[in-house]
């Protein structure tokens, strides 16, 4: 069964501290897609990366840098030198090759920077 | 531009008031979907569509209606809402790879 995990329910840091946000997967399918999307209090979903599953390598946009590692089915998100701009809501999500209708959320964590 | 439209953007009702939240996107994408956002669960899929007259259902369809008589709209109808659907609301359009939401609508039933 396909399933996303956000372990961390609510994570506070201090402004110019590093944070990863854990994401663990499920899925069955060989060819598969992974999302982190931020969600500021405003509500909208903004897209910040995809992955697929046959790209491993580690990617680095500015501040923030993405993890994914196959062998545990883990695609974690690092936001370094952390800014109050960027507490919001932050979801992991799924999506498969040959069912890329459905997309699969972890329940999301919560980040607050305090300044 | 691409993009998904949704309205309204607020929405604050009673319970057992028929209500419908609109849907359109400009991509000529075949599909479409809708999820609602409750707190700690993350976006669940409430139904899709895969083309004009076809649709099926997601994870949570019970209380919700959909139809698709064109292939750029994709309305959400409550025909008798409750306040468990009180929610945050994202139609969305897909292609392989990658998703397009609209901005959501949040909706309260008193």
């Known amino acids: 069964a396909q399933k996303v995990t956000q372990a961390q329910t609510e994570i506070s840091v201090v402004e110019k501290e590093d944070v990863t946000l854990d994401c663990v997967y499920e899925t069955r399918d060989t060819t598969y897609y992974l999302f982190w999307y931020k969600q500021p209090p405003s509500g909208e979903l903004v897209f910040l990366i995809r992955r697929n599953s046959f790209d491993e390598q580690n990617e680095i946009s500015g501040r923030y840098s993405w993890n994914f590692q196959k062998s545990t089915s883990s695609f974690n998100f690092t936001i370094t030198a952390s800014q109050v701009v960027d507490s919001a809501v932050y979801f992991c999500?799924?999506?498969?090759?040959?069912?890329?209708?459905?997309?699969?959320f972890g329940s999301g964590t919560k980040l607050n920077v305090k300044p | 531009e691409a993009q998904v439209t949704q309205n309204p953007r607020y929405l604050i009702t009673v319970t057992g008031k028929k209500l419908t939240v609109t849907c359109s996107q400009n991509?000529?994408?075949?599909?479409m979907s809708w999820y609602r956002q409750d707190p700690g669960l993350g976006l669940r899929q409430i139904y899709y569509?895969?083309?004009?007259?076809?649709?099926d259902k997601g994870d949570v369809p019970e209380g919700y209606k959909v139809s698709r008589k064109e292939k750029r709209n994709f309305p959400l109808i409550l025909e008798s809402p409750s306040p468990n659907q009180t929610s945050l609301y994202f139609c969305?359009?897909?292609?392989?790879?990658?998703?397009?939401f609209g901005p959501g609508t949040r909706l309260t039933v008193l």
């Open positions: 969305a359009s897909p292609r392989p790879g990658e998703q397009f």
């Open positions: 569509s895969m083309n004009v007259e076809v649709t």
């Open positions: 999500a799924l999506s498969e090759e040959y069912n890329f209708n459905k997309f699969y």
């Open positions: 991509m000529n994408h075949e599909y």
